[in-house]
């Protein structure tokens, strides 16, 4: 089995409404993300690839145009947990590298969400 996998990096706000008030997420608050697309795949094709590296641009150009520097409050539809933005982006990917096998977001040097289905 062959895994390859690439970081895409965006800063946005957010706030997590449906916390307590008393919870720190609940206030107006900002992270540098991680976003890292892993691909799997049994063989590689003809130029010894998983996939190529190059073929996930659009994500990147996707993250740039409606992710980065922007309120995820008005981006997403669900609560922008880690969690929630990892399969968000997994299903994004999936939908257009079928290799898709995971998406792990970070939202601060310690902290790490995995969507893995
Ligand atoms: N399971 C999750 N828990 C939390 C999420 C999340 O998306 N999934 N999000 C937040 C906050 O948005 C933010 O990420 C704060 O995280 P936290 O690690 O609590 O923040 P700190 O860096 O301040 O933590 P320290 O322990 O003080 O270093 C919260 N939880
Ligand atoms: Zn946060």
Known sequence: ????????????SHQL???PT???CARLHGHNYIVM???TAESLDADGFVRDYHDLAPLKTYIDERFDH???????EA???AENMARHFFEWCRARWPETSAVRVSETPKTW?????
């Open 1 to 12: 089995m062959f895994r390859i996998s690439k970081e895409f990096h965006f800063s946005a």
């Open 17 to 19: 409404t449906h916390l």
């Open 22 to 24: 008393d919870h720190q």
């Open 37 to 39: 697309v892993e691909l």
């Open 70 to 76: 922007r309120h995820l409050n008005d981006v997403m």
């Open 79 to 81: 609560p922008s947990t």
């Open 113 to 117: 969400a995995e969507y893995r289905p």
